[in-house]
């Protein structure tokens, strides 16, 4: 195998000026006005340019072109190539909002720079979560960015628990339904929605995997339901499908809730259609909640899969909900049942 050397050479137009001729990422020679005026410091300045360019055809530094790139275009590279394909499009609003006014125009280096202040000036605005949030977005963009195939940055991610710690979050207990008060919710609860409710009570369920749930997904004879849907979308939150058992108290609720349903779903509107992703069943647990738990700083009722739960996968068919855990604690057998449903408009 033949090995060429790339060595760069010095010369003088006659004139002073002095020029150097380097081979480009191409392989190409190259010459550019040096901004040396002596020949000792015009060599040492095209031995640099050398090795940088040496460095970008073995692909550990970033190209000429990709070293004139914007956080602003590898957001619009993170958007296109991922972002696109995300359920839910909150992230996009809050970053086009808080981060590309300051930091779009920068090139990756100085919105490396310039992230941590910004977050910092923020405190206050946003909450700990949601810079959070905007903070792990921007490590997501540094790693796309490092990827061989982007090329773009060469170094370690700048966004970092070193450089840029996380923001502390403050514990907050969610109001949630008590196991003793289950029983007189379901009761208080019209027979359109007693099912549903009963479902998340026992199984812990998403109100979106509740919401997508079918007739074929529900085993009466085998006692068994599969979790594989969520939404409008054919997988679940966590990207997998689950089978869990069906608990012998939740058995009539099913069973009533297939036998009214006119369509394939177990939940329906009234119209027999799936319901909109953005159900309020929020207000419908409220009003249904018994009325010790209206009063005072507690109003605010949890979702249904974050009242009680036997968590699925764990094989419990015994009659008795269990009370939910908060997300995070490491007592919950698969994921935590404290999530919530959004604030939308009415069932």
Aim: proline share 8%.
């Amino acid at each position: 195998m033949r090995l060429v050397a790339f060595a760069p050479s010095i010369s003088d137009d006659g004139t002073g000026m002095m020029h150097t001729c380097i081979a480009s990422t191409n392989g190409r020679w190259h010459g550019t006005p040096a901004k040396a005026a002596t020949k000792p410091a015009a060599r040492l300045e095209a031995l640099e340019r050398e090795q940088l360019a040496r460095r970008q055809r073995e692909g550990l530094a970033p190209s000429a072109d990709n070293m004139r790139r914007t956080f602003g275009d590898l957001m619009d590279l993170w958007q296109e190539r991922y972002g696109s394909r995300l359920r839910s499009q909150t992230i996009k609003l809050s970053v086009e909002k808080h981060l590309r006014p300051a930091l779009g125009k920068l090139r990756l280096g100085g919105a490396a720079a310039a992230l941590p202040a910004l977050l910092n000036s923020k405190i206050g605005e946003l909450s700990p979560s949601g810079l959070n949030h905007l903070r792990a977005y921007c490590h997501r963009l540094y790693a796309v960015a490092s990827m061989r195939s982007v090329g773009r940055w060469m170094v370690p991610n700048p966004v970092n628990r070193l450089e840029l710690p996380k923001f502390k979050e403050a514990k907050r207990k969610r109001a949630t339904v008590a196991a003793e008060d289950v029983p007189r919710v379901l009761a208080a609860l019209t027979p359109e929605w007693r099912p549903l409710f009963a479902t998340a009570f026992f199984l812990g369920m998403r109100l979106g995997e509740l919401l997508a749930l079918q007739k074929d997904d529900v085993d009466l004879r085998e006692g068994t339901i599969t979790v594989r849907r969520s939404g409008d979308c054919a997988v679940t939150k966590g990207g997998d499908d689950g089978t869990v058992p069906i608990p012998e108290p939740l058995r009539p609720y099913l069973e009533a809730a297939i036998k009214l349903s006119p369509s394939s779903w177990v939940f329906p509107a009234a119209d027999g259609s799936q319901r909109a992703p953005d159900t309020n069943v929020k207000a419908v647990l409220v009003r249904a909640r018994p009325r010790r738990h209206r009063r005072g700083p507690s109003t605010a009722a949890a979702s249904p899969a974050a009242a009680t739960s036997s968590r699925r996968p764990t094989g419990r068919t015994d009659a008795a909900p269990r009370t939910a855990v908060r997300c995070g604690s490491g007592r919950c057998p698969r994921r935590a049942t404290g999530s919530r449903f959004p604030k939308r408009r009415g069932p």
